[in-house]
């Protein structure tokens, strides 16, 4: 009888380690794959910018530095993706494209200030579409950033919670997720809009 005890106590705890793994395993996958969400979206976004700045240099020729550093902010911050989008859990390149994010947001609501000097742009047609395109695109990103950083943060939390912390570093899960921090909520909002 009393082995009979000791071996159901010990089914019982492997059956609960085998629960551990699966759940960080589980939550792992759903922040990586959060993580794709907002790689579509935001490349989504890196393939309509080149177009933006397009239509913008017929009415634009004098504001070339304004052009040009959204150009760049936009390349730069597509390296990073690719770089985070090859592992969501290297802190490093997550941190690397929140920050690269923020410059190109940055790079975006100068150019913003700098069209509303140029009237003409409000009233062509496909600057007012590629504008509607990129409006759409913002608003998939925020929640897919939310949902990510949700996934994250219920990843985090279970990790470090007891007696999960005891085996995640066994089972290969040795750091927490890093979330994605845009600066989005005062400054990009605060920005000159275009009206149409």
Excluded at 7 to 32: D, E, P
Excluded at 133 to 146: P, V, Y
Aim: charge should be neutral.
């Amino acid at each position: 009888m009393g082995n009979y005890v000791v071996g159901i106590a010990i089914f019982g705890l492997i059956f609960y380690i085998i629960s551990i793994f699966n759940r960080l395993v589980y939550t792992k996958n759903r922040y990586v794959n959060a993580f794709s969400q907002i790689d579509v979206q935001l490349k989504r976004r890196y393939d309509l910018i080149p177009n933006l700045v397009e239509v913008a240099k017929h009415y634009m020729e004098h504001e070339k530095s304004t052009l040009e550093r959204v150009i760049a902010a936009r390349n730069n911050a597509s390296v990073h993706l690719n770089e985070a989008q090859k592992n969501p859990s290297d802190s490093t390149a997550i941190r690397h494209i929140s920050e690269a994010e923020n410059k190109l947001r940055g790079a975006i609501s100068n150019f913003n200030m700098v069209m509303e000097s140029y009237p003409q742009i409000k009233a062509d047609t496909a600057m007012q579409n590629l504008q509607e395109e990129l409006s759409t695109t913002e608003n998939k990103i925020a929640f897919a950033r939310q949902f990510y950083n949700d996934s994250v943060m219920e990843y985090n939390i279970y990790r470090q919670s007891f007696p999960q912390t005891l085996f995640a570093s066994l089972f290969g899960h040795t750091s927490d997720a890093t979330m994605i921090e845009f600066n989005d909520a005062k400054e990009i909002q605060n920005s000159p809009k275009m009206a149409f």
